[in-house]
């Protein structure tokens, strides 16, 4: 007595790699388009600002990677990864080759606030390679159907080297837009750098945006947001107002598995996306 | 509510005649004591035993399932384990854990497939406990030896006899079905199998947990966790043997052609369960771990689902290597 | 026993006031009837709660490794404290393996050595046994007396074990390779990969073990039971030479799988392969690190 196939909560969607570009000089960051085999997948995948999905890799295994396109964008998905030495996915990841196929599931977790966010000014502070789903954010709040629910846009965004930032011509064309202030930094530039240079919490110190009516949403390593989060709230910004994003190595993604859990919480259904405020509470929540 | 009584020397009549339409999965002795097995009337059956080595969860969330295959670039998700079963002889202890497990892998954002199939073609017949021995403490965390919530029908050993008494539909209608088998009892054995019960809860230390979820936060920070995981060696029996811990992760096993992705239970006391790929690892103390385990079972699923994830069964008490005791680590958060 | 109890807790007050060590690991009552447990104690004061008797079964070498490695996430300076273990004959060898291997600082250890009268099995004592109850792990024992200790409590030991010890693996070793291997698979058929044979050895200290690699994966995770086998033979591989017979693995293994015939057969077998017993002597070269030039068939030419 056959059943036949379930609908199980952990096969993934097939996807077609539609063009890799690789991001950084030191190559170790490649961002993957990836499209949709078949129509009904690309048509159910709805993500938010801020969601990630689990990345499937057949005879590697799986990992969760923010989403980095905007949910406006049609047609495909963008995830930026970065390879480990010792990562089984991320190596497998960046062997492969426009054309392969690979695995998505997802979108999985919460987003940022966007809705509270309309009617406010935005200030997003982004370090490294964490800059990813708020690249996804500022592409969403520039669209011409969105950039009228925010009042100011100010980036902060800083890298190791200029070799290292992401986004690159993006950057650029964001530079000369109205109504977004772009501070793009790096820690220690090159010859050929005429911009800043300085830590992103040293750079955030200088600019001072406003916390009057506004958020801030802050992505970075580890030890970034431990230098950010001070500077942040002297300037005011309330920590119901800082919003950043977790990270935990996941299994299941779907809140079962009991890996990713901080405090009562799952990172990969609850967050990834948490206040300060919601993060001193999880008193296992630093980053 | 149907009860129903027969001779124990009868039991192998009612493993043929129940194992006409389903497996039917009795305690019996192994290599490691006491397990779970399928069984027909010619086997022995264990009605004197403390409890299974090895706890009911793995009946329904098994050590390692094969979740899908691939092959070709097409995903195929696993069938749904097919076939009927009765499970006879759960302590009520393990029927509870079910319950705790069911919040987790029922959870209607996300249902598990394979966890719902066999939990709805299997009928729970539970074994009330006779002569509960150190270190069970179930009636401090909301069990007791004869408790009833959860089954479909549990059975008093009384010696010579055997108890049959439905709790659910289900239940109801095994008894029923049964009828060749099970007469109605008399009046004294209802009698003899509750004083039994109360015998048994009689005989159960009561540890103080009122209050455990409240207290944790406020010892968060406390150099406790590290005195008290000192000497764990991070082996991860205490998950394997735990009735309610579910932890597990998600693996690629690549083969000649294709593969297939299994999930396989794991446990949050090993080290690396929580290593990134960075290398960076939250939970690198045995301390932090040890915290994470007494928090997640007796705060956050708590605050979570309203319940204590710890049925008091005490295989983790006797099977820790260096002796590490919950019920030790219970009364020092309580101070 | 009592006076080697004694003695213990004076030379643990004794280092621990003079500061010759930070802490003394030993054995302490456990919480349910015939068991001890670790005791870390790491002031004077505790000194009370050591305890000494037929079932300081753990091994505590154990733990040696992980207090004398560098903390992974410390920056700056680090030293390594002063430990000082309390040691049985076979946690002595133990002891003498990790000296040999490099796993502690031999300057900052201090090894309080008991020669052993032999453990209680506690399924054999409750079972009325009495004077019985010895574990068959202790009437195989070659080594009651520690081979290494700084400070020797003076007790006697129980005399080693003659050549009968072995019986069991003459037993295995006269049978078929296909008997065997029944008798292998089978055995291991009951392992739940828990890995406590792994966490309770000491000779396992590895940070990484083979079979949580993921490259390259050498082995699934699974219950498959050709990845079962090929963790024990893996690491009864990896033991061969190392095994001091402890019976750490044996006793945390809640699956009662005989993991100890299958060491012990393969440290007989380096034994005759190599003339080398581990864990009696600091001096001695383990066989995989050295070279005899004078060996017969050894091979100059590659």
Redesign the interface.
């Known amino acids: ?12 969607m ?1 996807v077609t790699i539609r063009k890799i570009t690789v991001e950084n000089d030191a190559g170790d960051l490649k961002t993957f388009e990836l499209a949709f ?1 078949n129509e009904e997948d690309a048509g159910a995948f709805r993500h938010e600002c801020g969601q990630f999905a689990i990345l ?1 890799v ?6 969760p990677i923010g989403i980095a396109s905007s949910p406006l964008d049609k047609g495909y998905v963008e995830f930026t990864v970065k390879r ?1 030495p ?3 996915v ?2 497998a990841l960046h062997s492969s080759r426009e054309g392969d ?1 690979i ?1 998505v599931r997802g979108p999985y977790g919460n987003s940022y606030p966007m809705k509270a966010m309309e009617g406010k000014n935005v200030v997003i502070v982004g370090g490294g390679f964490a800059f990813t789903t708020l690249r996804a954010t500022i592409r969403y709040m520039l669209d011409e159907s969105n950039r009228a629910k925010y009042k100011n846009m100010t980036v902060i965004y800083g890298a190791r080297s200029p070799g290292e930032l992401l986004y690159k011509s993006e950057l650029q064309e964001w530079e000369g837009k109205d109504g977004i202030d772009m501070y793009v930094t790096v820690d220690k530039g090159d010859e050929g750098w005429k911009g800043r240079e300085g830590f992103v919490p040293t750079v955030l110190q200088e600019v001072a945006p406003s916390s009057e009516n506004a958020i801030v949403l802050v992505c970075g390593p ?1 030890i970034m947001l431990k230098f950010t989060m001070q500077p942040l709230l002297e300037l005011g910004f309330a920590p119901d107002r800082i919003i950043t994003s977790l ?3 996941m ?2 993604g ?6 990713c ?1 901080v ?2 919480k799952y990172v990969c ?1 609850d967050g990834p996306v948490f206040s300060y405020e919601q993060m001193q509470a999880l ?2 929540g630093s980053p | 509510m149907a009860r129903g009584s027969m001779k124990k020397a009868d039991f192998p009549k009612l493993v043929a005649a129940a194992s006409e339409n389903a497996a039917f999965v009795a305690p019996v002795d192994g290599p490691s004591g006491a397990e779970f097995a399928v069984i027909g009337p010619q086997d022995d059956v264990l009605f004197d035993f403390g409890n299974t080595k090895l706890p009911v969860k793995r009946h329904f969330f098994p050590q390692s399932e094969v ?2 295959q ?1 092959a070709n ?8 384990p ?1 076939g009927k079963t009765i499970l006879f002889g759960v302590r009520p202890c393990d029927v509870r854990s079910l319950l705790q497990l069911d919040k ?2 029922l ?1 209607e ?6 966890y719902r ?1 066999r939990r709805e073609n299997t009928l729970v017949i539970s074994l009330a406990c006779k002569d509960p021995a150190e270190p069970c403490f179930c009636t401090s965390v909301g069990c007791g030896p004869a408790a009833r919530e959860g089954s479909d029908a549990i059975v008093f050993d009384l010696g010579d006899d055997l108890l049959f008494e439905a709790v659910s539909e289900k239940g109801e209608e095994f008894i029923r079905s049964q009828a060749e088998t099970l007469s109605e009892p008399e009046a004294e054995l209802v009698e003899k199998a509750e004083k039994a019960a109360a015998e048994a809860e009689a005989k159960l230390p009561k540890i103080e947990v009122e209050g455990i979820a409240e207290k944790l ?1 406020g010892i ?2 406390s150099p406790v966790w590290q005195s008290i995981a000192d000497r764990c060696l991070s082996c991860g029996i205490c998950t394997f043997v735990c009735p309610t811990c ?7 096993e ?1 083969a000649d052609e ?2 297939q ?1 299994i ?1 396989v239970q ?1 446990g ?1 006391m090993f080290l690396g ?8 690892n ?1 939970r690198i103390l045995s301390g932090q771990r040890m915290r ?1 385990r007494i ?2 079972k007796f ?3 708590v ?2 689902f309203s319940e204590i994830f710890c049925v008091g069964c005490g295989r983790c008490i006797s099977s820790c290597p260096v002796n590490i005791d919950v019920r030790e680590t219970i009364a020092e958060v309580m101070r | 026993m009592s006076d080697a109890e004694n003695k213990l807790r004076e030379v643990a007050q004794d280092l621990l006031s003079t500061g010759r060590a930070e802490l003394v690991l030993g054995y302490e009552n456990g919480s349910l009837p015939m068991t001890t447990r670790p005791c870390f104690v790491r002031s004077a004061e505790d000194v009370q709660r050591l305890v000494w008797n037929e079932f300081c079964t753990n091994n505590l070498a154990v733990y040696l490794p992980g207090l004398f490695a560098r903390p992974a996430n410390l920056r700056g300076e680090w030293v390594p404290p002063k430990v000082a273990i309390i040691v049985k004959g076979c946690d002595a060898r133990s002891v003498v393996g990790h000296i040999k291997e490099n796993q502690v600082d031999r300057e900052r250890l201090t090894v309080i050595g008991v020669p052993c009268e032999g453990m209680a099995d506690p399924e054999k004592a409750a079972a009325g046994a009495g004077g019985n109850a010895l574990a068959d792990v202790c009437l195989a024992c070659t080594n009651p007396t520690p081979e290494v200790a700084d400070i020797m409590i003076e007790v006697k030991a129980r005399p080693a074990a003659g050549d009968d010890r072995l019986a069991k693996i003459r037993e295995f070793e006269a049978k078929s390779p296909a008997e065997r291997w029944a008798y292998f698979t089978e055995e291991v058929s009951k392992c739940i990969r828990c890995y406590a044979c792994r966490q309770a050895c000491p000779n396992c200290y590895c940070k990484v073990c083979f079979i949580d690699q ?2 390259p ?1 050498w082995a699934g995770a699974g219950s498959d039971i050709s990845d079962t086998i090929f963790f024990h033979i893996g690491r009864i591989f990896h033991q061969a030479g190392r095994c001091v017979e402890c019976d750490a693995c044996v006793r945390a293994c809640p699956m009662g799988i005989d993991l100890r015939m299958f060491t012990v057969k393969l440290g007989e077998d380096v034994k005759d392969l190599f003339d080398y017993v581990p864990g009696l002597s600091v001096d001695e070269p383990p066989p995989l690190c050295a070279v005899d030039r004078d060996e017969e068939n050894l091979n100059t030419e590659l």
């Open positions: 007595m056959s059943v036949g196939e379930p609908k199980s909560i952990y096969a993934p097939p085999c499937s057949m005879g590697a295994g799986e990992s480990y010792t990562g089984v991320s190596s196929k695995g580890p990270e935990r190595r299994s299941c779907v809140g079962k598995c009991g890996r859990n405090g009562s259904k008193q296992e | 979740l899908y691939y670039d097409e995903v195929r998700s696993a069938p749904l097919e987790v892998f959870d954002a996300y249902v598990d497939p394979y199939e936060p968060f920070d579910h932890c597990f992760g998600i693996h690629d690549k294709g593969g992705r999930r794991d949050c369960f929580t290593v990134e790929a960075s290398g960076h939250p994470q928090m997640h705060r956050y699923t605050e979570n | 993921g490259k994966r």
